[in-house]
């Protein structure tokens, strides 16, 4: 069950993020649920070591590099996909990036930590 929290949460948000700016596509339920696994594998195995290897360039901007790098992140997950995961430039990728992390942290915080509270 911890795993699949995360999971869900980030399938919805890429689909909201898809919903709302055309640059950024899904092919549907299952492109979405394809993408979110993709994503959630590459941000276990790949995220850590480009976090580690860009250290000193994320705390001279503080932080705001970690952006980057989830945006290239995305951008690799749309590559892996093809055609049912498609973002137009990097700029999209960037905001989709921020958009994501933003709606991440809003899910986390009002609804899944109050539902995991009331459990216990």
């Known amino acids: 069950m911890g795993c699949l929290?995360?999971?869900?949460?980030?399938m919805v948000t890429l689909m909201v993020v898809a919903g709302f700016f055309p640059g950024f596509e899904l092919d549907g339920l299952?492109?979405?649920?394809?993408?979110?696994?993709?994503?959630?594998?590459?941000?276990?195995?790949?995220r850590p070591l480009l976090v580690i290897l860009t250290l000193p360039i994320t705390v001279v901007t503080l932080g705001f590099f970690v952006f980057i790098i989830?945006?290239?992140?995305?951008?690799?997950?749309?590559?892996?996909?093809?055609?049912?995961?498609?973002i137009s430039s990097f700029g999209m990728a960037l905001l989709a990036a921020v958009?994501?992390?933003?709606l991440n942290v809003l899910i986390n915080n009002f609804i899944v930590?109050?539902?995991?509270?009331?459990?216990?």
């Open 70 to 86: 989830n945006a290239a992140l995305l951008m690799l997950t749309s590559e892996l996909m093809g055609d049912l995961f498609q």
């Open 30 to 46: 299952g492109a979405a649920f394809t993408a979110a696994l993709l994503l959630s594998i590459i941000n276990m195995l790949i």
């Open 113 to 120: 930590e109050p539902l995991r509270k009331s459990r216990s």
């Open 99 to 102: 958009l994501i992390a933003l």
């Open 5 to 10: 929290v995360p999971f869900l949460v980030n």
